[in-house]
């Protein structure tokens, strides 16, 4: 019998298993990272990315106050440093302030020393704003770009003190031809209760990105799973502690 086929397909299994485990949101096998309990519970987490955005962000936090909601933000550094004041009205809201990359790096594609330079320059810049990431036991939150990783980049991201955070609904919200309708038929597949929610304020491109989409879609999901349905919306912090995840490597 030739060998031949099975090797390769032992080779072609190996691969997919570590592309799934370096793109999926809620795959664990290249290390811990936070997803939220999906299926279980009525906690539920809004998180934004790449922000914080001069032209959407002061709208989401309007809308935020309105329904009495906690959110968690995962800021670019090179934005907090450009708008340090509207960063700490984010963190004097109360909401909860995450590490997301000084540049938006796709970090398994970049060696150790630039991962760790890109956390410590995000961290300065949100430090020098004012603002005070959010702890869990003593670990600051940290959201890969893109949800990218591999086990190099979550062994650094322990080292460096983070805890991983991931999501465990995706509402394409960056998408070309996004709209509300179409993020809103995303949240009613996906939203089982326990979940992180992946949305977006800003964007890695540019400052003032169109989120109108976004904000417009983290309305219509309080008004149903909150005013609704009874979810409690919580930030990452609080979700973690009362879920009792084990925030170590």
Known sequence: MRKWPLAFGAAAGAAGWGIYNGISPTAQGFGKGFVGTPGRG??????????????????????????????????????????????REVAAAGHAVGNHTYTHVTMPLHTDETIRRELRDTTTAIEEAGVEMARVNGHRL???????????????????????????????????????????????KQIKGGDVVLLHDGCDVAMGWDRSHSVRSAELILQQWKEQEGYEFVTIPEMIERTGFTVDP
Do not use: C
Not at 71 to 81: E, L, M, Q
Not at 142 to 160: A, C, D, H, I, Q
């Open 42 to 87: 009525k906690l539920m987490a809004l998180t934004f990315d790449d922000g914080p955005n001069t032209a959407w962000t002061p709208k989401l936090l309007e809308l935020l106050d309105k329904h009495g909601v906690k959110a968690t933000f995962f800021s670019i550094g090179h934005y907090a440093r450009e708008q340090p004041s509207l960063l």
């Open 142 to 188: 940290m959201r890969p770009p893109y949800g990218r990783r591999r086990p190099g980049t979550l062994r650094v991201l322990w080292e460096e003190g983070y805890v991983p955070i991931l999501w465990s609904v995706t509402l394409w919200d960056w998408s070309k031809g996004v709209t509300t309708e179409k993020i809103m038929r995303k949240a009613e």
